[in-house]
Each structure stands twice: as structure tokens, then as C-alpha cells.
């Protein structure tokens, strides 16, 4: 099993990044998927959800409007595009596949805003 997150890096505030991961090892249609971020010193937080199928999706009210995620359940994919950045969105995130009790993490991928 392997998630695999890529598209992090260095970007002003206002801008945008597009955050993918891939996945492998397991039915990745069957698996709900969720995007996490840690801040320095902080919990790790959830900030999006996309149901199994894609068909239903949840935003953290701190990124609402300003994220979208989106899978490919074709490609194996989940995308998180994070639009607006600001600096408090400074973190690394993560992609979690969820089914039941079980869940895949990633490594991480991180996300600095900064002038």
C-alpha cells in the first residue's frame, strides 16, 4: 500500500498550489479520502473529504471556498487545489485513505506561504 503526495512548496500569499496523490496497493474506489494538515506545534487537522465514489465532499470551515478536492478513481488519484493561501495554511499535508477501521497515511507534502 502506498499514498504518495507531490505539489507542495514555497508560495505568496494569494497564491495557489495543487496538491496530488497517488495512490497504490489497495481498491482505491472503495476507500473514502481525506486530505489532513500539521502545523508546526499543532494537531493534525482534517481540512478535506471526498466520499468512495466522489459524490459527496466535506470542507474544514477555515478553507472552505478556497479548497477543492477531487478524485480520479480511474487514475488513482486525489487532487487538493488550495487557492487563496494565506499564511496560517502553512503546514504539511497529507492524504488518508479511509475504509472502516482501516486507513492509509502518506508522507506529506509541505505547503509554506510566505512573502
Known amino acids: 500500500v502506498q499514498l504518495e503526495e507531490s505539489g507542495g512548496g514555497l508560495v505568496q500569499p494569494g497564491g495557489s498550489l495543487r496538491l496530488s496523490c497517488a495512490a497504490s496497493g489497495f481498491t482505491f474506489s472503495s476507500y473514502a479520502m481525506r486530505w489532513y494538515r500539521q502545523a508546526p506545534g499543532k494537531e493534525r487537522d482534517v481540512v478535506a473529504y471526498?466520499?468512495?465514489?466522489?459524490?459527496?465532499?466535506f470542507y474544514a470551515d477555515s478553507v472552505k471556498g478556497r479548497f477543492a478536492i477531487d478524485r480520479d478513481n480511474a487514475k488513482n488519484t486525489v487532487i487538493l487545489q488550495i487557492n487563496s493561501l494565506k499564511p496560517e495554511d502553512t503546514a504539511v499535508y497529507y492524504c488518508?485513505?479511509?475504509?472502516?477501521?482501516?486507513?492509509?497515511w502518506g508522507q506529506g507534502t509541505q505547503v509554506t506561504v510566505s512573502s
Open positions: 471526498s466520499s468512495s465514489a466522489g459524490g459527496s465532499t
Open positions: 488518508c485513505a479511509v475504509s472502516g477501521n482501516l486507513s492509509y
